[in-house]
């Protein structure tokens, strides 16, 4: 591709089109860490896990009614329900946990490695 008499496409175009596809065609800009999960800084409560669990968790584990009766709202909650190992065996899909989110694809694998290490770390707030 493309097809004579155009050039062939460059190596470099080659490796922008496949990290494309990686990212699930998506979108029309390129993440160059694709691949790449960055765990050396600090992970936070505040800086990661809430808006995680914001965006991922809380629409079944919210205030009102949470499935299971696993709200997952405050720092406390989050923190109760990881040192328990239920967080991470969980979004893990390890096995004698029930896999979340439910129902939708695993989280990112960077995502739980940012949970491992946020949990590794003594979940700093």
């Not at 596809?21 to 999960?37: M, R, Y």
């Not at 406390?76 to 390890?94: D, N, T």
Request: with cysteine; net charge positive.
């Amino acid at each position: 591709m493309p097809p004579p008499p155009s050039a062939p496409l460059t190596v470099e175009q080659q490796n922008l089109i496949r990290k494309w596809i990686e990212q699930g065609a998506l979108s029309n800009s390129c993440d160059v860490n694709v691949g790449h999960c960055d765990t050396s800084a600090i992970v936070t409560y505040s800086n990661f896990v809430e808006p995680l669990m914001s965006t991922y968790c809380t629409g079944c584990h919210g205030q009102y009614s949470p499935q299971g009766g696993v709200s997952l709202v405050t720092y406390a909650e989050v923190k109760a329900i990881a040192q328990s190992g239920r967080l991470y065996g969980s979004i893990a899909h390890q096995p004698g946990y029930s896999p979340m989110p439910k129902g939708t694809n695993a989280l990112p694998s960077c995502s739980v490695q940012k949970i491992k290490r946020w949990i590794n770390a003594g979940m700093p707030q």
